[in-house]
């Protein structure tokens, strides 16, 4: 058939124009059908190969997804673990009143002095002070405080 908007006749009478919309409706039902028949002919049997090959992947795409999915979890296990910890050495390196309490009195440094001739030894504690400055050093240099090592 032809291209149809080049026959469509200029006309104003009912009739006439009820023939060219049966006429138009024919030629389309008939274009519908080639286009039906070449779908089968045609793309039908490698969408169908297509299909059946995705199916015979399924399963093994199946599988390596649960695969992922498991080792997704163990790493977020080991992740929530690991956020665990740094948060356990972060609180230690904090100035705290419980840290203050567990470090005080535990550092000391022995030195001796003479004192009428005779060598004195002396442990003194290290203060706080200088406790709460060895956790900044260390929280600095852990880029656990961004960098800064005030106190």
């Known amino acids: ?18 023939g060219e919309l049966q006429r138009l409706a024919a030629y389309f039902e008939h274009e519908g059908e080639r ?3 070449e779908v089968e002919e045609r793309w039908w049997p490698d ?11 399924l399963p093994a795409a199946i599988h390596a997804l649960t695969t992922q999915q498991a080792e997704i979890a163990s790493l977020k296990s080991a992740l929530a673990e690991q956020e665990r910890v740094c948060g356990e050495m972060r609180a230690a390196l904090e100035p705290s009143a419980e840290n203050k309490a567990a470090y005080m009195g535990r550092f000391n440094f022995p030195f001796s002095i003479n004192v009428a ?13 200088t406790i709460k ?11 656990l ?6 106190v």
């Open 133 to 143: 400055s060895i956790m900044a050093a260390i929280r600095a240099r852990a880029v």
């Open 145 to 150: 405080n961004g960098g800064k090592t005030d």
């Open 117 to 129: 001739g005779k060598d004195v030894t002396f442990t003194p504690n290290v203060p706080w002070v």
């Open 47 to 57: 969408m169908a190969l297509a299909c059946g090959d995705a199916a015979k992947r």
């Open 35 to 37: 286009f039906n028949a």
């Open 1 to 18: 058939m032809s291209n149809p908007t080049q026959e469509i006749p200029m006309t104003d009478t009912l009739p006439a124009l009820v």
